[in-house]
T-cell receptor
Framework: GAGVSQSPRYKVAKRGQDVALRCDPISGHVSLFWYQQALGQGPEFLTYFQNEAQLDKSGLPSDRFFAERPEGSVSTLKIQRTQQEDSAVYLC?????????????FGAGSRLTVL | DAKTTQPPSMDCAEGRAANLPCNHSTISGNEYVYWYRQIHSQGPQYIIHGLKNNETNEMASLIITEDRKSSTLILPHATLRDTAVYYCIVDRGSTLGRLYFGRGTQLTVWP
């Protein structure tokens, strides 16, 4: 597709449930990023992939968060045993560059609400 | 880490120029100034970036002061669709996408 596609757009989970959020980056984009955006805040970096390699996961808030990009294209962000503080919009972005200018194309996000 | 300071909100009349300021007094010589915006319920959208020189594209102009301690994003003819949160980000460009967005400036364009 022409842009970054994320699914589902909305997810409601009960506390303790596992969730998986999908990101389809722009075809051919080497770099893929996940960000978390709490209500009223700016996006915060979670993790970065270059092709299938996860080069930076320093922003993941706990070991309940796990991201993968096994074939270097589609990525999944998984959150285990969700907590209420995980409620946020999860944004995926991609870039054709593996270094240099930080010009990212973002998807519309997946809004997670944990009850 | 917050390297930029932006006003929390601004407004602008439709058709007029919107000038969004950003202070980045601790910017390093190899750091770029990036601007992104986020329209409600959408992901952030890249607008423009620059190092030293002023830059212009189809969306906006970026004016960076000579000492590089501040910059202004200019939307020459604001429309209602420009209502969004605008983020000014300072980054080396090699931080592999780890951008610090902060809270940005909520720009409201009114008819």
């Amino acid at each position: 597709g022409a842009g970054v596609s994320q699914s589902p757009r909305y997810k409601v989970a009960k506390r303790g449930q596992d969730v998986a959020l999908r990101c389809d980056p722009i075809s051919g984009h080497v770099s893929l990023f996940w960000y978390q955006q709490a209500l009223g805040q700016g996006p915060e970096f979670l993790t970065y992939f270059q092709n299938e390699a996860q080069l930076d996961k320093s922003g993941l808030p706990s070991d309940r968060f796990f991201a993968e990009r096994p074939e270097g294209s589609v990525s999944t962000l998984k959150i285990q045993r969700t907590q209420q503080e995980d409620s946020a919009v999860y944004l995926c972005a991609s870039s054709p560059h593996n270094s240099g200018a930080n010009v990212l194309t973002f998807g519309a996000g997946s809004r997670l609400t944990v009850l | 880490d917050a390297k930029t300071t932006q006003p929390p909100s601004m407004d602008c009349a439709e058709g007029r120029a919107a000038n969004l300021p950003c202070n980045h007094s601790t910017i390093s010589g190899n750091e770029y100034v990036y601007w992104y915006r986020q329209i409600h319920s959408q992901g952030p959208q890249y607008i423009i970036h620059g190092l030293k020189n002023n830059e212009t594209n189809e969306m906006a102009s970026l004016i960076i002061t000579e000492d590089r301690k501040s910059s202004t994003l200019i939307l020459p003819h604001a429309t209602l669709r420009d209502t969004a949160v605008y983020y000014c980000i300072v980054d080396r460009g090699s931080t592999l996408g780890r951008l610090y967005f902060g809270r940005g400036t909520q720009l409201t364009v009114w008819p």
